[in-house]
């Protein structure tokens, strides 16, 4: 063998590119862009997802601090009530 079958063309567009060879990459190039199409819309489903969930937790949590200020007031209205319910015994 000579040293000429063994090392690689110096141009990389010598060599002869059929029609099977584009089709074969085409198809390979639409494969991969079809997966990839695939993933995307998985992940933008799963975003929505998890968007609707912290939609859900931003509402539980406006609910709960909403509570937070009214219960020391309901907590005072309540201490305020029995205080006036058992000054009858209390205070004799």
Same mark, same amino acid.
């Given at each position: 063998?000579?040293? &000429?079958q063994?090392?690689?063309?110096? *141009?990389?567009?010598?060599g002869? =590119?059929?029609?099977?060879?584009?089709?074969?990459t085409?198809?390979d190039?639409?494969?991969?862009?079809?997966?990839?199409?695939?993933?995307?819309?998985?992940?933008?489903?799963?975003? &929505?997802?998890?968007?609707s969930?912290? *939609?859900?937790?931003?509402?539980r =949590?406006?609910k709960?601090?909403?509570?937070?200020y009214?219960?020391?007031?309901?907590?005072?209205?309540?201490v305020?009530a029995?205080?006036?319910?058992?000054?009858?015994?209390?205070?004799?």
């Amino acid at each position: 063998m000579s040293d &000429q079958q063994n090392t690689p063309a110096a *141009d990389p567009f010598a060599g002869v =590119v059929t029609a099977k060879d584009i089709y074969d990459t085409v198809n390979d190039t639409k494969v991969l862009v079809q997966r990839s199409l695939d993933r995307q819309e998985a992940l933008e489903k799963q975003h &929505q997802e998890f968007r609707s969930e912290l *939609d859900v937790m931003k509402e539980r =949590v406006a609910k709960n601090e909403k509570w937070r200020y009214m219960l020391p007031i309901s907590a005072a209205g309540a201490v305020g009530a029995t205080v006036v319910g058992l000054a009858p015994y209390i205070g004799g």
